[in-house]
């Protein structure tokens, strides 16, 4: 397999929001789009989007870099019941701000059980390595005992 070097070379080491436990008032800036796929799953030949916006965020008195899975984004509530979406009449475009901070968290929880990113658990590479295992089957393996991630949160952010 040949792969471009100034692609390879272009890739950012940067900690995923899901990874990392950010706390309230940290701003986030978005500053980068990068596409990127997972494979197909479920019977289907289409690779599922699995996108990032490349963010840098004050963390322990420190800009980072962090990326930031639109799919995540998109789970954060807005306080005062704001909109992820251009609007009403147009809610098929997503509207991303230049910031936001966080206002508050709470670790999240899948029927009942705090969920934890997808490595934690003791079936992960077999979630991760095909369409036989179940999102349920996963969070019923169990978190392994090696986890070192700290539960996934819901976040609810200002936008400004």
């Known amino acids: 397999m040949n792969y471009s070097k100034k692609r390879a070379m272009a890739q950012q080491n940067a900690p995923s929001l899901?990874?990392?436990?950010l706390e309230n008032g940290t701003v986030i800036h978005l500053k980068e789009e990068i596409a990127q796929d997972l494979?197909?799953?479920g019977g289907s030949t289409d690779p599922v989007p699995?996108?990032?916006?490349?963010?840098?965020?004050?963390?322990?008195d420190k800009v980072?870099?962090?990326?930031?899975?639109?799919?995540?984004?998109l789970k954060?509530?807005?306080?005062?019941?704001?909109?992820?979406?251009?609007?009403e009449e147009n809610n098929d475009m997503v509207k991303f701000p230049n910031s936001f901070t966080i206002v508050s968290q709470?670790?999240?929880?899948?029927?009942?059980?705090?969920?934890y990113p997808v490595y934690s658990y003791n079936k992960a590479q077999e979630f991760?390595?095909?369409?036989?295992?179940?999102?349920?089957?996963?969070?019923?393996?169990?978190?392994?005992?090696s986890n070192t991630y700290k539960p996934v949160q819901d976040y609810t952010i200002s936008i400004k």
């Open 18 to 21: 899901k990874y990392i436990s």
């Open 39 to 41: 494979p197909a799953r």
């Open 50 to 60: 699995n996108d990032v916006i490349l963010s840098d965020a004050t963390l322990d």
């Open 64 to 73: 980072r870099k962090i990326k930031v899975p639109v799919r995540e984004y």
């Open 76 to 87: 954060m509530a807005i306080e005062g019941n704001g909109s992820h979406y251009e609007s």
């Open 106 to 115: 709470k670790d999240r929880t899948y029927n009942g059980e705090v969920v």
């Open 128 to 145: 991760l390595d095909g369409d036989s295992l179940s999102y349920d089957d996963l969070i019923a393996s169990g978190v392994a005992k």
